[in-house]
């Protein structure tokens, strides 16, 4: 049985001597793994498709454990200007990672999360916005369509309207004073409505952020991810942070 759906290209693993398994994360059927045959060969009709951060159309035939790509057709690659800058680089890796962890049922419909990683990877590709930004505001948005969306002003705990002054990734966000527990950090005000406006994408107000609040809030997001995901993302350590 044959089907055909659009897709990102999230990584690709050696098989045999020509073939590799791809991860794809696509519109319709969510994370997809599938064998390209003979796409190491350098007869190969779609091997520079079918590499990490391309938009491709393709077609599958049902596999019983993997599926088989019989057809691509690239709708656009952002590896080339992400890959001329190494923040750009870094930041994507760690947007193709989460994007994998996140969906965790294969073959199951993720529209939400499709879009919103291919929207960051195209904002990333025409540097429109700073990579730094890119990453944070996805990482938070891309938390929040798979329920974990982190509260930035109200008590994540009793629900207290804020603003509050702590904050605890292992809570779920902001914490009153009467909730906070011990560990939980003390952010600046400016910090936490960065916070915010990353996860509503108010891009004028993450754009006129402070230097060190920016920096601040990004600590607060890779804590956040990573408490969520209960174990670390592995490219998240090697993106480039640098002044926006």
Same mark, same amino acid.
């Given at each position: 049985?044959?089907?055909?759906?659009?897709?990102?290209?999230?990584?690709?693993?050696?098989?045999?001597?020509?073939?590799?398994?791809?991860?794809?994360?696509?519109?319709?059927?969510?994370?997809?793994?599938?064998?390209?045959?003979?796409?190491?060969?350098?007869?190969?009709?779609?091997?520079?498709?079918?590499?990490?951060?391309?938009?491709?159309?393709?077609?599958?035939?049902?596999?019983?454990?993997?599926?088989?790509?019989?057809?691509?057709?690239?709708?656009?690659?952002?590896?080339?200007?992400?890959?001329?800058?190494?923040?750009?680089?870094?930041?994507?890796?760690?947007?193709?990672?989460?994007?994998?962890?996140?969906?965790?049922?294969?073959?199951?419909? +993720?529209?939400?999360?499709?879009?919103? @990683?291919?929207?960051? *990877? !195209?904002?990333?590709?025409?540097? %429109? /916005? &700073? #990579?730094?930004?890119?990453?944070?505001?996805?990482?938070?948005?891309?938390?929040?369509?798979?329920?974990?969306?982190?509260?930035?002003?109200?008590?994540?705990?009793?629900?207290?309207?804020?603003?509050?002054?702590?904050?605890?990734?292992?809570?779920?966000?902001?914490?009153?004073?009467?909730?906070?527990?011990?560990?939980?950090?003390?952010?600046?005000?400016?910090?936490?409505?960065?916070?915010?406006?990353?996860?509503?994408?108010?891009?004028?107000?993450?754009?006129?952020?402070?230097?060190?609040?920016?920096?601040?809030?990004?600590?607060?997001? +890779?804590?956040?991810?990573?408490?969520? @995901?209960?174990?670390? *993302? !592995?490219?998240?350590?090697?993106? %480039? /942070? &640098? #002044?926006?």
């Amino acid at each position: 049985m044959l089907y055909r759906d659009e897709a990102i290209v999230l990584r690709t693993r050696k098989l045999g001597e020509a073939d590799r398994i791809i991860t794809l994360l696509t519109r319709q059927h969510g994370l997809v793994r599938a064998v390209a045959k003979g796409v190491r060969r350098t007869t190969s009709k779609f091997g520079s498709r079918l590499e990490p951060f391309t938009h491709v159309d393709l077609q599958l035939a049902v596999g019983r454990n993997l599926d088989t790509i019989t057809q691509a057709e690239a709708h656009g690659s952002y590896a080339a200007p992400l890959g001329a800058d190494y923040q750009c680089y870094t930041a994507g890796t760690a947007m193709l990672e989460t994007a994998e962890r996140l969906v965790v049922e294969e073959r199951e419909p +993720a529209v939400q999360q499709f879009l919103l @990683l291919l929207g960051a *990877l !195209r904002a990333m590709a025409s540097g %429109e /916005r &700073a #990579a730094g930004h890119v990453l944070d505001s996805y990482l938070l948005r891309s938390l929040a369509v798979a329920g974990y969306a982190p509260s930035c002003s109200d008590c994540a705990h009793c629900g207290r309207e804020g603003p509050h002054r702590w904050f605890n990734p292992s809570m779920g966000g902001v914490l009153c004073a009467t909730c906070r527990i011990p560990g939980s950090a003390s952010p600046a005000p400016e910090t936490l409505t960065l916070l915010g406006a990353l996860l509503s994408g108010d891009w004028p107000v993450v754009e006129a952020a402070d230097p060190r609040h920016v920096r601040e809030a990004s600590g607060l997001v +890779a804590a956040f991810v990573q408490w969520q @995901l209960e174990r670390g *993302l !592995r490219s998240l350590p090697y993106v %480039e /942070r &640098a #002044a926006p």
